[in-house]
């Protein structure tokens, strides 16, 4: 059974990568953070339009492949 934390919002001190599509997350930028655990652990980081675009796809649960998503763009949902 997978288990996950609490999204939570952060501002970016340091670069990431959006686990959706793969692209910067640069100091300054706004991102969703959460941790997931089943047989390891790991954090998500997304940009908010990302993690958006998933739920609105989705039935209330979705999946997405490390790095494999498209961007959306800002205020767009499919």
Known sequence: MT???PETTHKA?????CTNCGQAIN????YIRWASFDDGACTNKMHPECLADLKANSDGEFEYTLYGG???EI???S
């Open 3 to 5: 288990y996950f934390t």
């Open 13 to 17: 001190r340091k670069p990431h990568r």
């Open 27 to 30: 100091p300054g930028d706004t």
């Open 70 to 72: 498209e961007r959306p």
């Open 75 to 77: 205020g767009v949902a």
